[in-house]
């Protein structure tokens, strides 16, 4: 586990002085920064100092209707939300905090509307979900980080969260996979992403049954042994990981890919995601939670 060590030590590197974390080797305190460093340090156990502050940093940075921005400059910019309820879970510092979050979470939707006969893209543009920024469409990330706060916070059965789910399942291309959220456009299928088909899997895994996704996780199992860059074989390895599908040679292709910073410093989401994934009782949800749903379990 020594590169394990690497990565923490990565991450330290990038703390500031008054609390919060920066996402590359330079820059000033970002909310999602933060919020993965806080995230990956909890779940590796180590610096109990840096991301208590970075936790402090983050609820000094929410605002009061509950979103936690990137920067003070763009509020518009709220995707580090679900970040950070997953950052404070479990801390009662923090569960005020955390709770707004979810407050803003549930009242937040991307913009969504009826399909026309004539789009071109074949999604269902009707379903709720969740933006990157505001006053945009819905997307596949940001749904599924939001999806697993609302889940941290027993919002599972919510609405929202069926919607999640279902706009999940809509945007699963039909070979299996994700992208960023289309499936066709122009006619034309598009080609699945391991970092967002990670994602997609690790929110919706004891959710829905392994029949509805299993050409994903079949997609993921046949390429993540050639995966090297860090999103890609992070999100990969969670998300097969939280449907009890890690393949045993995940460490060697952590390490190597961690290596590969020594060329180009990678940011922050990259160093946290790797640092999840190198846990192997890792990921998003609480290890309880970590057991794959079964065919026939009930919904």
Not at 39 to 52: K, S
Not at 82 to 101: M, N, T, Y
Not at 104 to 132: E, N, Q, R
Not at 184 to 200: I, K, W
Request: neutral net charge; proline residues 9%.
């Amino acid at each position: 586990m020594l590169m394990l060590g690497e990565a923490v030590r990565s991450i330290r590197e990038r703390a500031l002085p008054e609390g919060g974390f920066r996402s590359g080797v330079r820059g000033g305190c970002r909310g999602d920064a933060t919020a993965w460093a806080v995230l990956a340090l909890r779940q590796a156990g180590v610096e109990p100092e840096l991301w208590q502050a970075g936790a402090a940093r983050l609820a000094a940075a929410q605002l009061p209707d509950g979103r936690v921005p990137v920067t003070p400059q763009h509020p518009e910019a709220f995707f580090p939300t679900p970040v950070a309820v997953l950052a404070w879970q479990g801390l009662p510092d923090f569960e005020a905090a955390s709770r707004r979050a979810v407050g803003f979470l549930l009242a937040t939707t991307g913009k969504h509307f009826p399909k026309k006969s004539d789009d071109p893209a074949d999604h269902d543009t009707a379903i709720p979900g969740w933006p990157w920024i505001a006053d945009t469409h819905s997307w596949v990330e940001p749904t599924a980080l939001a999806l697993l706060a609302l889940r941290i916070h027993r919002h599972g059965d919510h609405f929202r969260s069926r919607e999640a789910q279902r706009l999940l399942l809509d945007r699963q291309l039909p070979g299996g996979g994700w992208n960023y959220g289309n499936t066709r456009v122009f006619g034309v299928t598009l080609q699945p992403l391991p970092d967002s088909t990670g994602v997609a899997l690790t929110a919706l895994a004891q959710l829905v049954p392994r029949a509805q996704v299993a050409a994903s996780l079949d997609y993921l199992q046949r390429h993540v042994s050639a995966l090297r860059t860090p999103k890609s074989l992070g999100w990969s390895l969670l998300g097969l990981t939280a449907w009890g599908e890690r393949p045993p040679e995940s460490l060697p292709w952590l390490a190597d890919c961690l290596r590969r910073q020594e060329v180009v410093p990678f940011d922050m989401e990259s160093l946290a995601v790797l640092t999840l994934a190198f846990c192997p009782e890792g990921g998003l949800l609480p290890p309880r939670a970590a057991a794959p749903r079964r065919e026939g379990d009930p919904s």
